[in-house]
C-alpha cells in the first residue's frame, strides 16, 4: 500500500505563495505517476498538475498554467506544488494522488488514481 500525506497548507493573501508537499511511503513496488487535484466548494475534485512516472512530462490545468509547478524530490520520496500568484478561486482543498495505471484515462479524472491524500486546505484572501 501507498501512503500519501499532504501539508503545507494555509491562509494567503491574494498575489502570495504557498508551496504544498506530499510525502510518499508504504510498500512501492512499481512506480507511480503523480498529480495534483483541487476542490473548491461546492465543486467536483478536478486535475491541475501531473508528473510523470520518470519525471519526464508535466502538465498542467489551463487555470493554473504558469502560476503553479508540480516537482518531485530526487527519490521521489515527496511530491510538490509551488502556487504563485495565488487567487480567490484557487481556495480549497488540495489531494495528492498517485496512479500505476497512469494511461488509463486523462490524467485530470480522478478515476485513473489509487491512491490519495487526506487532502490540505488552502484558502486565499483579498
Known amino acids: 500500500q501507498v501512503q500519501l500525506v499532504e501539508t503545507g497548507g494555509g491562509s494567503v493573501q491574494a498575489g502570495g505563495s504557498l508551496r504544498l508537499s506530499c510525502g510518499i511511503s508504504?510498500?512501492?513496488?512499481?512506480?507511480?505517476?503523480m498529480a495534483w487535484f483541487h476542490q473548491s466548494p461546492g465543486k467536483e475534485r478536478e486535475g491541475i498538475a501531473f508528473?510523470?512516472?520518470?519525471?519526464?512530462?508535466?502538465l498542467y490545468a489551463d487555470s493554473v498554467k504558469g502560476r503553479f509547478t508540480i516537482s518531485q524530490d530526487n527519490d521521489k520520496s515527496t511530491l510538490y506544488l509551488q502556487m504563485n500568484s495565488l487567487k480567490f478561486e484557487d481556495t480549497g482543498l488540495y489531494y495528492c494522488a498517485a496512479s500505476s495505471t497512469c494511461y488509463d484515462g486523462p490524467w485530470y479524472r480522478d478515476s485513473v488514481y489509487q491512491y490519495w491524500g487526506q487532502g490540505t486546505q488552502v484558502t486565499v484572501f483579498s
Open positions: 508528473i510523470d512516472i520518470d519525471g519526464g512530462s508535466k
Open positions: 508504504g510498500y512501492i513496488v512499481r512506480k507511480y505517476c
